[in-house]
């Protein structure tokens, strides 16, 4: 599926879309026809993609990251996000108040409120905090339901996000003066295309140590999350003229990315849907409507205060989706000054989210 998308992104037609999009969409009509496996009968290799490829392709992609491009990204992003944050917390509450889905769901509903309000704002750290405090996994079809729409939610939403960048900026065009003029493609970085056997063995043995590195460090200071710790160490590496001068890290990063985003298109299961029923259609309800609200709330207001588009869409995806798949769209965008930046906010998210989902419980 990377294969393919990648050389459909290069199409006339696929260019407008990107291989990013594309490998989600591609996979997940697979995996919806049942030729792959999906999340209900996931196999080991999608949790090793999740569990090492994902923050391996961050590592690679932070060793092009120069801290001096990133400066005026920063203040702008956690005012994005911290908006993002907000609009979760709207979106899910007026989506309550809506739809009414304690009717369908009952007591449950106030916690699956609270988890989806988590998991919309710093990802899926914060929806199983949540579910663990009211013991609700325990609660099996349900809590596996509710997992089962969260995952189409989120990957409908990276679809969004792919999306909407490129249709605004033809309908309300973006400030000139704010956007960074650093967008990079293949084509302008030939240096990046060719990897030789050197660089190759330098960045598996760097990725492999700083993974097992942050690994250690967790073990010993579980509040560190290892997904920064790698990224600290990727951000300190690239700015040493030895790592600067390795070539194919950007490829290798965007490679692994593409790996991670084709099993978020295989867990998108329909199917585990429309098996719960009157259950399955509510939670889709609620949830979809939430993050659509979030969606519009952080348009209109990323757009009277900033209008970059490709920022509001990184964003919006750092709340919905978590730092991962953030990260995915600053590369898939070029925006290399934001993909720092993408974590810090996903680091945000994941401290905010359970706070904000244990308040949506309380009030609810």
């Known amino acids: 599926m990377v294969i393919l998308a990648v050389y459909a992104g290069k199409t006339t037609f696929g260019k407008q879309?990107?291989?990013?999009?594309?490998?989600?969409?591609?996979?997940?009509?697979i995996a919806n026809l049942k030729l792959i496996p999906s999340a209900s009968n996931s196999i080991p290799l999608y949790s090793a993609?999740?569990?090492?490829?994902?923050?391996?392709?961050?590592?690679?992609l932070l060793l092009?990251?120069?801290?001096?491009?990133i400066k005026r990204a920063g203040l702008p992003m956690i005012g994005l996000f911290l908006i993002g944050s907000l609009a979760t917390t709207l979106g899910i509450l007026i989506s309550w108040f809506v739809l009414s889905p304690?009717?369908?769901l009952g007591e449950d509903g106030k916690i699956i409120a609270g988890m989806l309000t988590g998991t919309y704002t710093g990802g899926s750290v914060n929806f199983n905090a949540v579910a663990l405090e009211y013991n609700f996994q325990e609660n099996g079809i349900l809590y596996a339901g509710t997992i089962a729409v969260d995952n189409v939610v989120t990957t409908l939403w990276i679809i969004a996000t792919l999306t909407f960048p490129i249709i605004l900026g033809r309908l309300w065009r973006g400030k000139p003066n704010f956007k960074t003029n650093t967008h990079h493609t293949q084509d302008q970085h030939p240096e990046d295309e060719t990897i030789d056997l050197v660089s190759l063995m330098w960045l598996l043995f760097l990725g492999i140590s700083a993974f097992n590195i942050a690994d250690l460090i967790k073990e010993f200071?579980?509040?560190?999350?290892?997904?920064?710790?790698?990224?600290?160490?990727?951000?300190v590496l690239a700015q040493t003229k030895f790592i600067a001068n390795l070539k194919g890290s950007h490829n290798l990063g965007l490679y692994l990315v593409f790996i991670f985003l084709a099993v978020i298109g295989a867990f998108c299961e329909i199917?585990?849907?429309?098996?719960?029923?009157?259950?399955?259609?509510?939670?889709?309800?609620?949830?979809?409507?939430a993050v659509f609200l979030h969606g519009i709330?952080?348009?209109?207001?990323?757009?009277?205060?900033?209008?970059?588009?490709?920022?509001?869409?990184?964003?919006?995806?750092?709340n919905v989706g978590g730092g991962t798949t953030a990260i995915a769209l600053a590369e898939s965008f070029g925006r290399k000054e934001l993909?720092?930046?993408?974590?810090?906010?996903?680091?945000?998210?994941?401290?905010?989210?359970?706070?904000?989902?244990?308040?949506v419980v309380y009030i609810l």
């Open 17 to 29: 879309f990107g291989a990013a999009l594309l490998v989600i969409v591609f996979t997940a009509i």
């Open 297 to 318: 709330i952080v348009i209109i207001l990323g757009g009277l205060l900033y209008r970059d588009w490709e920022m509001i869409a990184i964003v919006s995806q750092a």
């Open 64 to 69: 092009n990251v120069n801290l001096i491009s």
């Open 271 to 289: 199917s585990a849907v429309a098996q719960l029923k009157d259950v399955g259609i509510t939670l889709l309800l609620f949830a979809g409507l």
């Open 49 to 60: 993609i999740f569990k090492y490829v994902a923050p391996i392709s961050i590592f690679y």
């Open 221 to 235: 200071i579980p509040q560190i999350p290892s997904i920064l710790t790698l990224s600290t160490i990727g951000i």
């Open 339 to 359: 993909i720092l930046p993408a974590i810090l906010v996903g680091t945000l998210g994941t401290a905010l989210g359970t706070y904000l989902g244990f308040f």
């Open 102 to 104: 304690e009717r369908v």
